[in-house]
């Protein structure tokens, strides 16, 4: 082989290898640029999943500040009944028939057969005296009587053989008739010797202890009758046409929550006192000593007119600003406030003479303070919360 041969196969060979190199050269460039092209789309992919991410996040948090919460309430509904006007009074219980039981004769009390508070019927005995010494006289008026009455039938007999004067005749009579007098004030005396009740009624109180000596006069019980409760107000002379006998009143007590009683008008005082200007009107009440007692405090309402089948709201849900009173209709979950143009009341309902019909729920709980328009959510009725 010629030199020049071996050289032109060396040149050859260098260029084979070079070429090879620079195809390998080339093979890492583009991987490496892959490999960073594919890093940074990786990279972006992820930030704009986060970038989206936050950005939902913050949208779902504006959303669900931009919606008002609802404001938990009780409701009732209002309702169609009668309500009335009254004159309103303070008084107390009182009785038409209250008397002091005393004894008629002096003695010792041998027995007290009643005590206080208890329901006597008319004519039973409450207190035995001592009757020995009334049994005495009794027996002795009954013995002196006889003897003249047999005398008196002697001297009639010698009055008609006109033995005797008329003078000795009517001498005789008149001591027979002294006789008899005596008989029946020792028949007195001994009946007086059992106290007995003048009528049906409650003993009140007892002042009488056995062993005692009483004298006419003494206290020993105080009796009032049951059937006859009645309380008297004084009532201002303006309401002297309003007031009727017959009227119908209402009588309530603080001692007895939750308890009505009724009443009405006995008797009306034909005159107006001119130091007080009220006139003094007498209620009955119908109670015949179930719950009532005298002298317990009531509050008298005497009834001076009725609305009937009006519409009614419950008191507690009443709102006060300044003179004007408001209350909170339900209308699609929604609180709106209502004057309200209020009519007759009482002490749980007042009247709604306009804007409010029997459907119409009002809040009861939960309404001071409360927004027009604000949105509520019922968690309770009145009817709910008095079932439970």
């Known amino acids: 082989m010629t030199y020049f ?16 190199s620079s195809g ?71 009785t038409e028939e209250s008397v002091e039981i005393h004894p008629e004769i002096g003695g010792r009390v041998e027995a007290v057969l009643a005590e206080e508070g208890d329901h006597v019927k008319a004519d039973q005995i409450l207190v035995q005296l001592d009757d020995e010494q009334a049994l005495i006289e009794d027996r002795e008026s009954e013995i002196e009587l006889n003897h003249l009455e047999g005398s008196y039938k002697r001297t009639e007999e010698m009055f008609r053989r006109r033995l005797i004067s008329t003078q000795e005749s009517e001498d005789k009579f008149y001591q027979l008739e002294q006789a008899r007098l005596r008989r029946q004030k020792a028949q007195l005396a001994l009946e007086h010797t059992h106290i007995r009740a003048p009528f049906a009624g409650v003993l009140t109180t007892r002042s009488v202890q056995v062993g005692a000596r009483v004298a006419p006069g003494g206290k020993l019980f105080d009796l009032i009758k049951l059937d006859d409760l009645i309380a008297r107000v004084h009532v201002p002379g303006q309401y002297l046409r309003n007031v009727r006998v017959k009227q119908v009143a209402q009588i309530e007590s603080d001692f007895l929550q939750d308890m009505s009683f009724d009443g009405y008008v006995k008797r009306i005082s034909p005159v107006v006192d001119p130091q007080s200007g009220t006139f003094k009107v007498t209620l009955g009440v119908r109670d015949r000593w179930e719950h009532l007692r005298p002298g317990i405090f009531v509050t008298a309402r005497i009834v001076t007119d009725t609305h009937a089948s009006t519409v009614l709201v419950p008191k507690e849900a009443i709102v006060y600003d300044g003179a004007d009173r408001f209350v909170f209709v339900v209308r699609d979950s929604t609180a709106h406030r209502v004057k309200l143009d209020a009519g007759y009341e009482n002490n749980r309902f007042v009247e709604a003479r306009s804007q409010i019909d029997d459907t119409t729920q009002v809040i009861v709980v939960g309404q001071n303070g409360l927004k027009d328009e604000a949105r509520i959510r019922i968690v309770a009725t009145a009817d709910d919360v008095a079932a439970g």
Do not use: N
Request: with cysteine; net charge negative; glycine share 4%.
């Open 5 to 20: 041969d071996t050289q032109c196969r060396r040149a050859v060979f260098a260029l084979l290898i070079a070429s090879l």
């Open 24 to 94: 390998c050269g080339a093979k890492d460039d583009t991987a490496e640029t892959d490999d960073s092209v594919a890093a940074e789309s990786v990279t972006s992919d992820t930030s704009a999943v986060a970038a989206g991410s936050t950005l939902t996040d913050t949208t779902a948090a504006d959303s669900a500040a931009s919606l008002p919460d609802s404001v938990p309430v009780e409701t009732a509904s209002a309702q169609r009944g009668d309500i009335s006007s009254y004159l309103v009074f303070s008084s107390t219980i009182a």
